[in-house]
């Protein structure tokens, strides 16, 4: 078990949900979206921590919208955190943008990836903030060990695995539940990200996705029994500027939540 700003991950604890948009367009979404998805967890009772990226820095294509802006898309964040007192996860992509996003966020995300840079992942750990890092395509769940290793070498054991969905051929990912069981092992938090893994990655320009599947891929993790549930959740997906067919539109998020909870406890409660 780890503990963020007093929400226990892990340990047989109810699940934690992280989502957001997959990465920060404008101060109008960040806080439409943080506002409605706070107001639902808290309903349900369900620990929420907020997510987007400040900036995507692994676009299928060079014209892909990779941000706002640093500096500005950093303090829509901070904004975020204060204004509604949520816990941030946002990703890193290199040594120099760690310092720089964790005086904001709370959880630093790795790329899957960037998910076997060794130097990278040591220089994660360094901050002292939780890491989560997000099991590569590429990588089986045994491998994640290393990756496991090279944060613990820096003495901080603050770190979350995430399964997204292993590459099946050049346009396909499949979700292996055994990964969430095998990664389970090593001793951290286990988060099932329901959104990356309905991706159809890098077809023409830009990445497809089949969200008909979030529902039971997020379901059937959690049966599974997952310390955390990752959506990235847009007011208007066909819109979005990242990840426009594989988010989950906010209005059916509430619905979703409510199923997960009851198989929550009814795995929680054996």
Same mark, same amino acid.
């Given at each position: 078990?780890?503990? =963020?700003?007093?929400?226990? !991950?892990?340990? &047989?604890?109810?699940? !934690? $949900?992280?989502?957001?948009?997959?990465?920060?367009?404008? @101060?109008?979404?960040?806080? +439409?979206? /943080?506002?409605?998805?706070? @107001?639902?967890t808290t309903k349900l009772q369900i620990p929420y921590i907020y997510k987007s990226s400040y900036k995507k820095a692994n676009r299928t294509s060079l014209n892909s919208f990779t941000g706002v802006g640093d500096e500005e898309a950093l303090q829509i964040?901070? &904004?975020?955190?204060?204004?509604?007192?949520l816990s941030i996860l946002? %990703?890193? #992509?290199? *040594?120099?943008?760690? &310092? $720089?996003a964790a005086e904001v966020a709370d959880i630093l995300q790795i790329p899957a990836f960037?998910?076997? +840079?060794?130097?990278?992942?040591?220089?994660?750990?360094?901050?002292?903030?939780?890491? &989560?890092? @997000?099991?590569? +395509?590429?990588?089986?769940?045994?491998?994640?060990? #290393?990756?496991?290793?090279?944060?613990?070498?820096?003495g901080n054991k603050n770190i979350l695995l995430t399964e997204r969905g292993t590459t099946f051929g050049y346009h396909n990912l499949v979700v292996d539940m055994r990964s969430?069981?095998?990664?389970?092992?090593? *001793?951290?938090?286990? =988060?099932? %990200? /329901?959104? #990356?893994?309905?991706q159809l990655p890098g077809k023409d320009n830009k990445s497809g996705g089949q969200p008909v599947y979030i529902k039971p891929?997020?379901?059937?993790?959690?049966a599974v *029994?997952? %310390?955390? $549930?990752?959506?990235? =959740? #847009?007011?208007?997906?066909?819109?979005? $500027?990242? %990840?426009? /067919?594989? +988010?989950?539109?906010l209005d059916k998020l509430e619905d979703l939540l409510i199923e997960i909870k009851k198989i929550d406890d009814l795995v929680k409660g054996f």
């Open positions: 078990m780890i503990e =963020v700003n007093g929400i226990k !991950i892990g340990g &047989n604890n109810p699940f !934690i $949900l992280i989502a957001g948009p997959c990465v920060v367009e404008s @101060k109008e979404i960040a806080f +439409q979206t /943080a506002e409605a998805i706070k @107001k639902i964040l901070k &904004n975020v955190s204060e204004r509604f007192n946002t %990703d890193v #992509h290199t *040594g120099e943008e760690i &310092n $720089l960037l998910s076997r +840079q060794t130097e990278f992942l040591v220089e994660a750990g360094k901050s002292g903030k939780a890491i &989560n890092i @997000k099991k590569g +395509q590429f990588l089986s769940p045994g491998e994640m060990k #290393h990756a496991v290793a090279k944060v613990e070498s820096t969430l069981v095998i990664m389970k092992e090593f *001793g951290y938090p286990i =988060v099932m %990200d /329901a959104t #990356h893994s309905v891929l997020a379901r059937a993790a959690t *029994g997952i %310390d955390a $549930l990752f959506l990235e =959740v #847009h007011p208007n997906p066909p819109k979005a $500027l990242s %990840d426009a /067919a594989s +988010q989950l539109p």
